[in-house]
T-cell receptor, first 112, second 115 residues
Framework: EDQVTQSPEALRLQEGESSSLNCSYT??????LFWYRQDPGKGPEFLFT???AGEEKEKERLKATLTKKESFLHITAPKPEDSATYLC?????????????FGKGTLLTVNP | GAVVSQHPSWVICKSGTSVKIECRSL??????MFWYRQFPKQSLMLMATSNEGSKATYEQGVEKDKFLINHASLTLSTLTVTSAHPEDSSFYICSARGVGTYEQYFGPGTRLTVT
């Protein structure tokens, strides 16, 4: 069974204080690992897809990296508007099943 | 690009009635659509997967006769909650996967309250 564990559950940062969120996963074969951002009362917003170990992707203050066992979402000099829940999900390879298995998320709060 | 809409954004209904939620992919064709449920401060729980023109595949523990899913076109899927009860109150979110892609793009969600 595919599993995704995110840590920490919650993270408080001061504006400008860089940090990383962790996503550990076990999957029979990885097709892709996805990062989403979710604001309260809204649907998740797609951020990144990572397909293979060593891959990195960046968007503004966010950088996602992938190893064979985990992914990190690095947040550089965060701003209060980066406050949200960040969700990690994996999609197993093989067949026509495109389901995502989600972690429980990391609630990030950035204080001004 | 990759915009998904849901309607309504919130709905209140009485116990025993049915309610339909629409999910549309606005600027792409969705081979597959997914329906999730999310409880407060919890992650998303997949309810079912639907492919255009096919019957939906429900996750274990999800009553298919209670949560009717129709995916009649490449841009529209509907979820009907039949004979709703207060325990069905939740945040329902759909997502869509485009042809030849792996990413799922999510709608804004529908808040259902059953009184």
């Amino acid at each position: 069974e595919d599993q995704v564990t995110q840590s920490p559950e919650a993270l408080r940062l001061q504006e400008g204080e860089s940090s990383s969120l962790n996503c550990s996963y076990t999957v029979s074969g990885l097709r892709g690992l996805f990062w989403y951002r979710q604001d309260p009362g809204k649907g998740p917003e797609f951020l990144f897809t990572l397909y293979s170990a060593g891959e990195e992707k960046e968007k503004e203050r966010l950088k996602a990296t992938l190893t064979k066992k985990e992914s990190f979402l690095h947040i550089t000099a965060p701003k209060p508007e980066d406050s949200a829940t960040y969700l990690c999900a994996v999609q197993a390879s093989g067949g026509s099943n495109y389901k995502l298995t989600f972690g429980k998320g990391t609630l990030l709060t950035v204080n001004p | 690009g990759a915009v998904v809409s849901q309607h309504p954004s919130w709905v209140i209904c009485k116990s025993g009635t049915s309610v339909k939620i629409e999910c549309r992919s606005l600027d792409f064709q969705a081979t597959t659509m997914f329906w999730y449920r999310q409880f407060p401060k919890q992650s998303l729980m997949l309810m079912a997967t639907s492919n255009e023109g096919s019957k939906a595949t429900y996750e274990q523990g999800v009553e298919k006769d209670k949560f009717l899913i129709n995916h009649a076109s490449l841009t529209l899927s509907t979820l009907t909650v039949t004979s709703a009860h207060p325990e069905d109150s939740s945040f329902y979110i759909c997502s869509a996967r485009g042809v030849g892609t792996y990413e799922q793009y999510f709608g804004p969600g529908t808040r259902l309250t059953v009184t």
